[in-house]
């Protein structure tokens, strides 16, 4: 799907959701709306959490992911995967989600 810069609204099938912050990246995947905020919008020295899915049907924050204990490198950057959900963290990391919770399932050192 095509993303603006800096959209104020994500638009995917049903609808659209108000961004809460700059968007670096949108997937629609089934019934969420998985979105890579940037992660320079949010405070610096700690871990951004910048990883957001809404409900298609509702519209509603359905999760936020963890961080993964990184600290102050600790943000998402991009969607390596949809199926299983793998993004990649600033730290050098790639991240397999769950995708009904949010939770990091795994985590692999890349570099």
């Known amino acids: 799907m095509p993303q603006p810069s800096n959209p104020?609204?994500?638009h995917h099938s049903r609808g659209s959701i108000r961004a809460e912050y700059p968007v670096l990246e949108i997937r629609e995947i089934g019934e969420l709306?998985?979105?890579v905020y940037d992660y320079m919008a949010f405070p610096r020295?700690?871990?951004?959490?910048?990883l957001f899915a809404y409900s298609t049907t509702s519209g509603q924050l359905a999760w936020r992911a963890d961080d993964i204990g990184m600290g102050a490198t600790?943000?998402?950057t991009n969607i390596l995967s949809e199926q299983p959900l793998v993004v990649g963290n600033f730290a050098g990391y790639n991240c397999t989600i769950d995708l009904r919770s949010g939770r990091v399932v795994t985590k692999a050192f890349t570099k």
């Open 8 to 10: 104020t609204k994500i």
């Open 33 to 35: 709306v998985v979105v």
């Open 45 to 50: 020295g700690q871990p951004a959490r910048n």
């Open 74 to 76: 600790d943000a998402y």
